[in-house]
């Protein structure tokens, strides 16, 4: 009966059901991982100075000594161990593709990771669970399946005809994952990767976590400051959201609003896009895309593309857009460095002959990056769960935000159809006091993340502190700022905080010589 009392008050701990201790007593700590062992990590080189190691933890965290999930994770040794402050735990967003990939990839870019952090620093990123190489969610046999599968997933609907497919596409993928995949899917929320996360600073043998979280990985360094809050020692979040809305929605949205609509990540995009013609049109010959009036010929194109599909070549092949495509297209903004492609492609479509017919695209999917993110988005947000919401949203945030009203509405409409029990959004509260407070960096134009929601996630967290970088793009990993890559390294290194309403420059534009 005691054990049933000790496991009944965790739920309620863990589920914000009893009040936080009053002032001078323990910082509240989450029972459910304080109960779990902690891993046992075997580091062994695995090239160009890198080294891997994988971690068990537990799969269900109400049965702490239970069956366990493996997590896979690399580090990168600071340059100085005589000096070293600690590890920097780093989860590059998504949420789905693989961080050991990406910090493999991104470990050495300057305007990321300058030399004077890697000095101090390890870097450790790791692959959350459900992601490539720590146990993952699949929802299909083969490689080659899922490869085909993805590549006959039919677009974003550009208007009603296009919807019931697109609602069919989305209900099977939910359904397959729902039976390949029902051992794991009930536990694949963000709640529990915050439970790794700190199972993990106990294994490097940290008192206190040291993090920087970018996109979603701002979400997770949410949650973890709401589950740990006397544990942390620097917190820095790079793309941030408005937690409360993205989990459950403020009042009645989670039932009401897709995840999208109610980050209002349609007028993220949008001001992105007005940034990306201005920063064209200003740029002159250095942007395909600059001659004469470009919001009217972007008009023009849109609207010709919404009659009739058009076909060109790209890398040697034959691509057709149709409405969805190009709008697709044209939101992808979040890497700026990707801008004059854009711009190469819009003057080629604006310049094409119409194309007769629609011809099929193909693309490669060789990880379970999708099947990640869903497994992990649709367990940490509620969404609405009847298709007539999201077609009269359609509508509606079209008419709101033209061009880019629905991409906000249906980017995650597998989660309209996700089992239910695998929906496990954390519920708060969002607002525990902190051990050390966080700083919170955000673009003042972002595609994926619009600095209004940025504003509501400072305002929501105990205490956060906001720097705004004066350029377009998602997060400092692809809008390069020296500026703020010196402001996120001094509070990482000593506790410093930029200066109240600071705000920093970039680098240089994505049309610049």
Known sequence: MRRTRRLLAAVALACGLIATPAAGAAPYADPLADAAPTPALTWSDCADGFQCSTAAVPLDYFRPHGRTIDLALIKLPATDQAHRIGTLFVNFGGPGPSGIDRLRARAKWPWLFSDELRTRFDLVSWDP???????????????????????????????????????????????????????????????????????????????????????????????????????????????????????????????????????????????????????????????????????????????????????????????????????????????????????????????????????????????????????????????????????????????RVPYFGRLGVFDMMSCAYWPQQAVQPYPGPWNRPTSAPILVINSRYDPSTPLAGAIDGVHELADAHLLVVEGAGHNTMYVHSTCAEKAKREYLISGTLPAVGATCGIDAGPFDA
């Open 129 to 399: 669970r459900s992601v490539s190489n720590s146990t993952a969610v699949r929802c299909f046999g083969t490689e080659q399946e899922q490869q085909d599968y993805f590549a006959n997933f039919p677009e974003m609907p550009g208007d009603t005809a296009g919807e019931p497919a697109f609602y069919a596409a989305s209900r099977d993928l939910a359904q397959r994952c729902g039976q390949r995949a029902a051992d794991l899917l009930p536990f694949m929320s963000t709640v529990n990767t915050a439970r790794d996360l700190d199972l993990l600073r106990r294994a490097v043998g940290d008192a206190k976590l040291t993090y920087h979280g970018i996109s979603y990985g701002t979400h997770l360094g949410a949650i973890y400051a709401n589950l740990f809050p006397g544990r942390i020692r620097a917190l820095a979040m790079d793309g941030t959201m408005d937690f409360q809305g993205s989990a459950t929605g403020h009042g009645n949205a989670g039932n009401t609003l897709p995840v999208d609509t109610r980050q209002d990540v349609a007028t993220g995009i949008a001001q992105t896009f007005g940034q990306f013609l201005d920063q064209c049109a200003a740029a002159g010959s250095r942007c395909a895309f600059s001659s004469g009036d470009v919001h009217a010929k972007w008009a023009a194109l849109a609207e010709r593309v919404r009659r009739q599909p058009i076909t060109i070549t790209q890398d040697g092949a034959q691509v057709t857009y149709d409405y969805s495509a190009l709008i697709s297209a044209a939101g992808d903004l979040s890497k700026p460095d990707g801008w004059p492609a854009l711009a190469a492609t819009l003057q080629q479509l604006y310049d094409a002959p119409a194309t007769a017919a629609l011809a099929a695209r193909s693309e490669p999917y060789p990880d379970n990056s999708t099947e990640a993110f869903n497994a992990i988005q649709c367990a940490d947000s509620t969404v609405p769960r009847n298709e007539s919401t999201y077609s009269e949203l359609a509508v509606s945030e079209d008419q």
